[in-house]
């Protein structure tokens, strides 16, 4: 594998680490296209910018992203309805990037500047308090 190109390759992408990809996070998916064993269609939150981009670097042919991966969307951040938090950590646990933080039975918070607006958390909360901000 090219490492230099995996680089690069993962620069291009939105650093969601959502694995809507088929991968644990973008590095993976990066060293799949680099190794030639993934398309550059495979991203919803690059868009189809994004896999153009892919395209590009990879000198392939440009292709949509594939939306049966997933809907691209406006950036967005997470946000946790202190009144609703039940502290249970069910949202820590499945944040790929710790931007979620507080101790079991008391409530959580996002750090915002490190959410990726990856949505891992919103299916793990049991009582549905966390809330998809768009930001500026």
Same mark, same amino acid.
């Given at each position: 594998?090219?490492?230099?190109?995996? %680089?690069r390759?993962?620069? #291009?992408?939105?650093?969601t680490?959502?694995?809507?990809?088929g991968f644990? $996070?973008?590095r !993976?998916?990066?060293?799949?296209?680099?190794?030639?064993?993934?398309?550059?269609?495979?991203c919803?939150?690059?868009?189809?910018a994004g896999?153009r981009a892919?395209?590009h670097?990879l000198s392939t042919?440009?292709?949509?992203y594939?939306?049966?991966?997933? #809907?691209?969307?406006p950036s967005?951040?997470? +946000?946790?309805?202190?009144?609703?938090?039940?502290?249970c950590?069910?949202?820590?646990?499945?944040?790929?990037?710790?931007?979620?933080? $507080?101790g079991?039975k008391?409530?959580?918070?996002?750090? %915002?500047? +490190?959410c990726t607006?990856?949505? +891992?958390?919103? !299916?793990?909360?049991?009582?549905?308090?966390? %809330?998809?901000? +768009?930001t500026?």
């Amino acid at each position: 594998m090219d490492i230099a190109l995996a %680089e690069r390759l993962d620069r #291009l992408l939105p650093q969601t680490q959502c694995g809507q990809c088929g991968f644990d $996070g973008c590095r !993976p998916y990066a060293e799949a296209m680099a190794r030639h064993e993934a398309g550059v269609d495979r991203c919803p939150p690059g868009g189809d910018a994004g896999a153009r981009a892919l395209a590009h670097l990879l000198s392939t042919a440009a292709q949509p992203y594939d939306r049966t991966r997933g #809907l691209h969307k406006p950036s967005a951040v997470a +946000l946790i309805v202190e009144a609703d938090c039940i502290g249970c950590t069910k949202c820590i646990q499945a944040c790929p990037v710790d931007a979620i933080i $507080g101790g079991a039975k008391h409530m959580h918070v996002v750090i %915002e500047p +490190l959410c990726t607006g990856c949505e +891992l958390c919103l !299916p793990a909360c049991p009582v549905d308090c966390i %809330e998809m901000h +768009l930001t500026a």
